[in-house]
């Protein structure tokens, strides 16, 4: 876990270096870390969500057997009524992370096709120069 994140931290780095220095490989290489991490987000997270709704029914069965009948008036529905406000916090956090790691990438594509324009446009020279 900290060499993951010790090698994340390096790569955000890179990143701000790249864009502070406007150096194209260091941004581009921090554009296909993201790329990398949003795919392993992604993998990760429909997995989890895949888990959460494939084990219902042990989780419904583990809450009933820590809340029973003598203590609660009718467990069974506030055990279904937590997995779904489980199930519902759960996809709806993925997403919105997803669409804040989408729209990084794309914010880091774009910026990466901008320098590229940019070095593209250093070499011509104009017919007003000598």
Do not use: M
């Amino acid at each position: 876990s900290i060499a993951v994140y010790s090698l994340l931290a390096f790569v955000s780095i890179l990143g701000l270096v790249g864009a502070i220095g406007r150096k194209l490989v260091l941004v581009r290489v921090y554009f296909f870390t993201l790329i990398a991490h949003l795919l392993f987000s992604l993998a990760i997270g429909i997995y989890a969500i895949y888990r959460i709704f494939k084990d219902s029914s042990s989780f419904i069965q583990d809450c009933l057997a820590a809340h029973p009948p003598t203590t609660y008036e009718n467990p069974q529905g506030l055990c279904s009524d937590g997995l779904k406000i489980v199930k519902g916090v759960t996809v709806t956090v993925f997403i919105v992370f997803w669409l804040f790691e989408i729209y990084g990438c794309v914010i880091v594509n774009s910026y990466s096709r901008q320098l590229e324009d940019e070095y593209a446009v250093e070499g011509v020279v104009k017919d007003t120069e000598s």
